[in-house]
């Protein structure tokens, strides 16, 4: 890692603000579902997938956040608050999807490997945004490129 790009003050600032934002919203996450885990006693997924079970949250959030997305695609060229509500709408779908999703992988895994289980959806979790990012920016430099011409 070059650590001269630290010497750009903007560069440096929006990295501290970015480590800043995630560690407040990831610590949020934490302390909130621990809190109402041990100390209001709820379940982990009691509040979201009760006792309809898993599968029609999941589709129920994935759909709501391909709505978001198939409108964002369409409205891209309109108002930027369009543009803003189509993102906060695919972004709500996804959050809500994370739950109900992320408790139907560990309970369907003995508890002695939930460790491990855990340690691969982590790792999807950064594959999947990873290759997001690849693929989605290659399209998208590949349409500018030749938007451009």
Same mark, same amino acid.
């Given at each position: 890692m070059d650590l001269t790009l630290f010497r750009d003050r903007t560069y440096a600032l929006a990295i501290?603000?970015?480590?800043?934002a995630l560690f407040a919203f990831?610590?949020?996450?934490?302390?909130?579902?621990q809190y109402l885990q041990?100390?209001?006693?709820?379940t982990?997924?009691?509040?979201?997938?009760?006792?309809?079970?898993?599968?029609?949250?999941?589709?129920? +959030?994935?759909?709501?956040?391909?709505?978001?997305?198939g409108v964002l695609i369409v409205g891209t060229a309109r108002h930027p608050g369009f543009v803003t509500a189509d993102l906060a709408l695919a972004g709500f779908g996804y959050a809500l999807c994370l739950t109900p999703i992320t408790s139907l992988a560990m309970?369907?895994?003995p508890p002695a490997r939930a460790g491990m289980a855990?340690?691969?959806?982590?790792?999807?979790?950064?594959?999947g945004s990873t290759l997001g990012f690849a693929v989605m920016g290659s399209i998208f430099a590949a +349409?500018?490129?030749?938007r451009n011409r």
């Open positions: 501290v603000t970015i480590c800043v990831y610590g949020m996450l934490l302390v909130t579902t041990n100390v209001r006693g709820f982990p997924v009691e509040h979201m997938v009760g006792a309809r079970g898993a599968v029609l949250p999941i589709r129920l +959030w994935l759909a709501i956040m391909m709505a978001g997305l309970t369907s895994v855990s340690g691969i959806m982590s790792a999807q979790r950064a594959i +349409w500018l490129s030749r």
